[in-house]
């Protein structure tokens, strides 16, 4: 079994920063892409960064020139650096990972999503 376990989130005033990690745990073959999204009360939820593993990245542009994505290979983490935060970036924040796991001979992709980290970010 692959688990994720993110870490991370909390309250912070407009204009402040957090970081968010997300850390994949368990028998994975291989990391495809890897991803942040997060959900508002009342909204859907919605991509807000993400990087393949050819390296390109997609940024909301609600968050651009704001947050940062990267990711450790070593470690199998994703992190999401967020700057200047505003009180629209209140949400819970959720890491999406694409992987193949050792146990499957048919090496399908599979995606795995967090728990969840809550994000407040006070005006």
């Known amino acids: 079994q692959v688990q994720l376990m993110e870490s991370g989130g909390g309250l912070v005033q407009a204009g402040g920063s957090l970081r968010l990690s997300c850390a994949a745990s368990g028998n994975i073959l291989s990391i495809n892409a890897m991803g942040w999204y997060r959900q508002a009360p009342g909204k859907q939820r919605e991509l807000v960064a993400a990087i393949i593993s050819g390296g390109n990245i997609n940024y909301a542009d609600s968050v651009k020139g704001r947050f940062t994505i990267s990711r450790d290979n070593a470690k199998n983490t994703v992190y999401l650096q967020m700057n200047s935060l505003k009180p629209e970036d209140t949400a819970v924040y959720y890491c999406?990972?694409?992987?193949?796991?050792?146990?499957?001979?048919?090496?399908?992709?599979?995606?795995?999503w967090g728990q969840g980290t809550l994000v407040t970010v006070s005006s």
């Open positions: 999406k990972i694409g992987l193949r796991v050792v146990a499957d001979p048919y090496r399908r992709s599979l995606e795995v």
